[in-house]
């Protein structure tokens, strides 16, 4: 061999990942610098081409097999240039084609095969690419990428606890790998979790049958306060899981017993979870020990219905106490689908009965709702109006009828609203509405300033701000 070459062992299971020979001639001049450089494509291919002009054949006559490996790598290069092509211009079938050819010249180009077989996959023959992806199991078996491409091809066979099993391997391979962990939520093995909904660097992945336990153990790591479980209670309620709500109750009304907010989310927590003779006993206790709560009286009332029980009589207590209640007053006046027309607007009599001989907040928020769902805007904007002059501390309800004027196209209402006040030191939901109502007028500096503003408030859970960097960059992304 001449003293300018030298020939390198690679491993034979990373040669045929990626499709080189197990032994390849480097020239030694080059040998010191691939430690940075590594074996690029280009570069070894044009040593080896450079190789077999000069030295193959004498390698033919001293290793005939080796130098078959050579010519074969060689011989298919124009075949995968084609397939590069091919993908580039989203040709799946084109790119088979040429894949075959390169598999058909160099069997061990298992690169090829992990190709073709997401090609065939691409192409809606799963049969085929799981034979491929069978054959290279032994040289990628360990790979993330590989155990992932595995699971996608039993999914679309419907073969889902073949797919588990792969994206297990694949997590065990690298537990940060996203398209796994994507699929074993979409999968319902995984569930996405904020330890603490307003640290993003809190995200973690928790096995969908031991959440509970999981979070029970990260709240009794350290000393927690009221608004902790209040801030998990919002968390948690808005992503329905019930059986963290309660945990969360329970732990808040230990640390705060005088707090209804705590007793109230037990209640509903465990009538979401079918437990209504227990929830039925909790809130008959607490309405006992506070017949003048509305909010306690509005507990019992669903406590009731849920164990099946007439809970008229306790809808009126709650609405005697609190004539405002919109709780109270969406199960007295309400029907079942809120988006029955013909329903909603046969209950619209009574509750603007209610409202003239109520003029309350609670009781004009609810008949413009009804209004709203009927189709009399200019009525129901005017009844916001009314109930926000009534109670101009409200930032809940001023930040609906905002909602309200944006869908109105009535901009101009709500930002002259928005100078009575100091936005920044209200509500999120008040500096959302701004926000929209800036972009609604073409002035996306003015919103993108207000999105920015939410996206870095950290007293906001992550999802909220979240919403707003997207819709900064939305807003961002539309500027001329």
Not at 115 to 131: M, W, Y
Not at 316 to 345: H, S, T
Request: with cysteine; hydrophobic share 45%.
């Amino acid at each position: 061999m001449s003293d300018e070459w030298a020939l390198i062992n690679i491993d034979e299971k990373m040669a045929k990942r990626h499709g080189i020979p197990a032994k390849l001639p480097i020239p030694k001049a080059e040998i010191e610098g691939l430690a940075d450089t590594g074996l690029p494509p280009d570069k070894v291919r044009k040593w080896m081409q450079t190789f077999m002009q000069t030295m193959g054949p004498g390698l033919k006559r001293a290793e005939p097999a080796l130098a078959s490996q050579y010519e074969a790598f060689l011989g298919k290069g124009d075949h995968w240039k084609k397939a590069e092509e091919a993908f580039a211009k989203g040709d799946v079938a084109r790119a088979i084609a040429s894949l075959k050819l390169v598999v058909a010249v160099d069997p061990n180009d298992h690169a090829a095969r992990m190709n073709l077989a997401s090609a065939f996959a691409s192409s809606g023959d799963h049969a085929k690419a799981q034979e491929h992806l069978k054959t290279i199991r032994a040289t990628f078996e360990g790979e993330p990428d590989y155990h992932v491409m595995c699971a996608q091809v039993h999914l679309a066979k419907k073969e889902k606890d073949a797919a588990i099993g792969e994206l297990v391997l694949a997590l065990e391979a690298q537990p940060d790998h996203q398209t796994a962990l994507n699929l074993m939520l979409q999968l319902g093995v995984l569930v996405s979790i904020y330890e603490d909904p307003k640290d993003a660097a809190s995200l973690t992945y928790v096995r969908s049958d031991s959440v509970v336990a999981y979070l029970e153990e990260v709240w009794g790591q350290a000393e927690r306060t009221p608004q902790y479980f209040l801030d998990q209670l919002a968390y948690h309620s808005s992503e329905e899981r019930w059986p963290l709500v309660l945990g969360a109750a329970e732990r808040g009304e230990k640390l705060a017993p005088d707090d209804e907010r705590f007793v109230r989310a037990r209640a509903n927590a465990l009538v979401r979870l079918g437990r209504a003779g227990e929830a039925l006993e909790l809130a008959q206790k607490y309405a006992d020990s506070h017949p003048q709560s509305s909010g306690a009286l509005v507990e019992l009332a669903r406590a009731e219905k849920a164990a099946g029980k007439d809970s008229a009589a306790t809808v009126d207590r709650a609405l005697a106490a609190d004539p405002g209640d919109l709780e109270a007053l969406d199960i007295k006046f309400w029907p079942d689908d809120r988006a029955d027309l013909q329903q909603v607007q046969a209950a619209i009599p009574a509750l603007t009965a209610h409202a003239e001989a109520h003029p309350v907040p609670g009781a004009l928020r609810s008949l413009a709702r009804a209004k709203l769902t009927t189709g009399a805007t200019d009525e129901a904007l005017a009844l916001f109006k009314r109930a926000v002059e009534l109670t101009p501390a409200d930032d809940d309800l001023r930040s609906e009828w905002w909602v309200e004027l944006t869908k109105a196209q009535k901009t101009d209402e709500l930002l002259a609203d928005a100078t009575k006040l100091d936005v920044a030191k209200h509500n999120w939901k008040l500096r959302w509405s701004e926000a929209e109502a800036y972009a609604a007028q073409g002035k996306n500096d003015e919103a993108y300033a207000c999105f920015l503003t939410l996206n870095a408030d950290e007293t906001l859970l992550v999802d909220i701000r979240k919403r707003a960097k997207r819709a900064a960059e939305h807003v961002r992304g539309g500027q001329k």
